[in-house]
């Protein structure tokens, strides 16, 4: 049981690690899709924005509680392969294609619903939904026992209207970002959570008007066929930038480093910084317009073994000065690249991390 509003912002942290752990794996095998236009793919965006919002809702939890959302701590972006943290079985993560076997066996088992009238379980969990019943649970009894909710948080949340809008299948009304400043608000974001990923029980909406299909409901119609995969390219499994050419490893590390990014934008969101708006758009910028470009750009690359080249998502250490460092990686690889400029530009100017002082 989650005893004290520690053991709560601990597992707060598991479950930002949990939601963050997931994301390369639907990106890895949607990038795989050789059409990006292929419903298959649409899908798996539509997934990774909600995993997204997830996360955002789990670090709101945390700092609504006098919790730190720490993103670059050294341990939050795991390598591939990994496991699913808590989860019972073991799960384990690895970057694979497209297959109707991984949607089946990983992806699916992410998202499974819980059995009906399955109990809260806070560490080792079968699914999602019990784990986040754990800390709703938790979440009410600390409330009722005494002030749990930090005074003045929402400068320390990532909140708004305009800083959320759903991507094609999802539908707005199954929810955003919300600020959580009482039991109340912390009851919806963990609702948002637990039914736009499984649900309910066998129920396959995630929004009162049957607009949305839950991320279970959506991948049970590509494992069944209904949505076919499409044509799917060769990338490797678990790939390793080392084991490129060194051409073909300075354009992957460039794509981890600006994943990597992306915990340097969120890391500044949860502080109480004034343009919030310029860092959101930069957070979407580095996924849209340099991320997706670089790693399309390394699918076209023949390894010469029958494979093609892709991201890895390792960690990159970015080091004191994380502009700096882009920066450099980009100018490398736009002067061996010259079709990659554009991508890179947001990288080499900095406007990448937000604003310039």
């Given at each position: ?6 053991d709560?912002r601990?597992h ?11 994301i390369?794996?639907?990106l ?12 298959s ?7 990774v ?8 809702l ?33 799960l ?14 990983t ?12 109990p ?5 969990y ?20 005494g002030?749990?909710?930090?005074p ?6 990532l909140?708004?209207?305009p800083?959320?809008?759903?991507v ?5 009304d ?38 949305e ?15 076919p ?28 480093a ?11 969101l ?9 860092h959101?758009?930069?957070?979407y ?14 699918t ?7 494979t ?10 970015l ?39």
């Amino acid at each position: 049981m989650i005893r004290t509003a520690e053991d709560l912002r601990d597992h707060l942290a598991v479950a930002m690690a949990v939601e963050l752990s997931t994301i390369p794996p639907y990106l890895y095998a949607m990038y795989s899709v050789a059409d990006p236009g292929a419903e298959s793919a649409r899908l798996f965006r539509s997934i990774v924005a909600e995993e997204m919002l997830h996360l955002a809702l789990a670090a709101n939890l945390l700092a609504a509680i006098g919790g730190r959302p720490d993103f670059l701590r050294a341990d939050l972006q795991p390598a591939y392969p990994c496991t699913l943290a808590h989860h019972r079985p073991e799960l384990p993560l690895h970057l694979v294609p497209m297959s109707v076997e991984a949607v089946r066996s990983t992806f699916m088992t992410i998202e499974r619903p819980g059995a009906h009238g399955a109990p809260p379980e806070e560490d080792d969990y079968h699914s999602l939904g019990q784990f986040y019943a754990a800390i709703e649970a938790a979440f009410e009894r600390l409330a009722a026992a005494g002030p749990l909710f930090a005074p003045r948080s929402e400068g320390h949340q990532l909140a708004g209207g305009p800083f959320y809008r759903p991507v094609e299948f999802d539908a707005e009304d199954s929810g955003g970002l919300v600020t959580i400043t009482d039991l109340a608000s912390a009851r919806e974001a963990i609702e948002i959570i637990v039914h736009q990923g499984e649900g309910l029980g066998a129920h396959r909406w995630a929004d009162p008007a049957h607009q949305e299909l839950t991320h279970y409901a959506k991948l049970r119609r590509i494992a069944d066929g209904t949505v076919p995969i499409g044509d799917v390219l060769p990338v490797r499994t678990d790939p390793r930038a080392a084991d490129y050419p060194e051409d073909v490893r300075r354009l992957a590390v460039l794509a981890n480093a600006s994943y990597r990014a992306l915990f340097h934008v969120l890391d500044d969101l949860y502080r109480p910084i004034e343009d919030k708006g310029f860092h959101v758009r930069a957070l979407y910028d580095l996924m849209k317009h340099v991320l997706a470009p670089l790693a399309r750009h390394l699918t076209t690359i023949d390894l010469g073994d029958g494979t093609v080249a892709s991201p890895t998502f390792e960690p990159v250490d970015l080091g004191a000065d994380p502009r700096r460092t882009l920066r450099e990686m980009a100018i490398e690889v736009a002067a061996a690249e010259p079709a990659l400029a554009e991508t890179v530009s947001s990288l080499i100017d900095g406007s990448a991390l937000g604003p310039v002082a």
